[in-house]
């Protein structure tokens, strides 16, 4: 997890109170707590914004501001805003149940029911620029139906929702007629796809959010399965599957996951024993309705989650990047280069530097600045050259790793190469396979063939773009001696030639072993008799007595030519 920084922003400290909004966008009401720490521990850019949701038959001013959910010491700690909304009154078209938020069901959009209604909030809020929000550090939390309209909003505005902290909350797209208690109906892949889906063209957003999620062991409010629903669905859709270690807490034990870059992800807990509540920790005083006080304090842990996992901000202060760098000449004859580069950085670049290495070496420490540069050197010398860029951002920073360009000036002066070799596993009857290293500045090879009935035979070969290039010379003749040389060659020219390699190739006989008597050898014309002996035809070697008792093994190595024993091995 990342190390937490000091902000440089000077922050418009808060009173340290709850404010009621007076701009509801048809809430009920909505507090705003402002923390009066003004150089807290945090990251990014500025604040950080926590939109906290209640559960049904709630209020914020009656169950969620005041310590009952118990935000205010982690929003002093972090220097964190907090919204606390209360859910719009009455039974609406979309509103089955009065005082709750709208989390079931399908259709949600970020432009209708609650979920409209809360990013009109959200932008309000952060709008304001005594507050000093980091669009990079907007997160949400929710208890029960609260915890079910997460789901919602973190899918259908994850641009918005850098995390999500789930607390109970019905698995995405369960039905409005759920029974209390039941468990779900939805699958993990279900919740991925519907995510997915509801995101849109938003969906990419889904790379960079980070979720939390948490129950009771014993809620028999929302059924656990729904929990661990939104919990794998949302580990499929950020492709989180790699688990990452537990924890324990307060009667509590926890397990995370992580994805390819070996970021954390998804964080879930269990609180032991607990029912039906929002986990408040035992620094926050009692009075709230479905709140427990005794498992782990949630809005520390869940803050620090996110803050510690946050992968949308930047942290400390990022080196400049050189992205991309050139150089160009202008012909053969030119004694100029061009070179051009191109940086990044969260200020602004102010100045590039040049370190030229070659036959003519210079270090330009002032180059150019801004986005990109372009600068010609000249009087250079003939020889072959390597540019490096590096730049400088506007306090100081260094770019770690500058960017190269190679460039020539005049003509390249070739060598030929220097070992030419013809493994012997490549030489057949027909073929011979040639290797070499690769000749500094050559594009290209000539190989020259004597010997065999077609006389010279000359080849281009383009060169390969690894260590060394070969070239198979093919439809030979057997057992026949040839010569190859190769030659180095570019736009301006071709070396001399390599060191002369011979290689025969060999025979297209394929030796045939037979054992059999020595009269079977003599009928079959293999052999031949001498006083009584069988003689290996060829090879004339005495066999034995010629009858059928002697018993020897021919080896016919060439056309009417036999030896005693096995085919010879292949060299």
Known sequence: MSTLAVSAHALTPGSGTWVKETNLFGLQDAYTYVPKNTAPATIGKGRALMLTLHGCGMTAAGNVINRKYNWEDTAEQYGMVVIAPTVPSGTTATRTYAGCWDWFGG????????????????????????????????????????????????????????????????????????????????????????????????????????????????????????????????????????????????KSTGTLWQDSASHLRVSYIEATGMGHAWPAGPGGSGGGTYVDYTHVNYPAYVTKFFFDNNLRVERGDPKPVVASCSASVASPTATAVTINGAATDNGSIASYSVTISGPSPSTDNAAGSGASFSKQYAALANGSYTAKVAATDNVGGVSAAPCTASFQIGPITLVPPSDVTAPAASITASAITLTWSNVAGATSYTVTRTGGSAGTVVASVAAAGGATTSFNATGLEEKTQYTFTVQAANSSGTSGASAALVVTTKSSWICTATTASNYAHVQAGRAYVVSGYAHANGSNTRMGLNNTFYTSKLAQTSAGYYIVGDCPSSP
């Open 107 to 250: 259709n949600h959009s970020r432009t209708t029911r609650d979920e409209a209604i809360l990013l009109k909030l959200v932008d309000a809020v952060r709008a304001r620029p005594e507050l000093d929000i980091d669009i990079t550090q907007i997160y949400v939390t929710g208890l029960s139906s609260g915890g079910g309209l997460v789901v919602d909003l973190g899918c259908v505005a994850p641009d918005y929702f850098a995390g999500m902290g789930i607390n109970a909350g019905p698995a995405l797209y369960t039905p409005g007629n759920a029974g209390v208690g039941s468990k779900s109906t939805r699958t993990p892949q279900q919740v991925a796809d519907t995510c997915k889906q509801i995101a849109g063209s938003y969906s990419t957003a889904l790379q960079t959010q980070i979720t939390s999620v948490v129950n009771g062991s014993s809620d028999g409010v929302v059924d656990p399965t729904h929990d661990w629903t939104n919990r794998d669905g949302m580990k499929i859709a950020y492709g989180a599957t790699t688990g990452a270690g537990t924890f324990t807490d307060v």
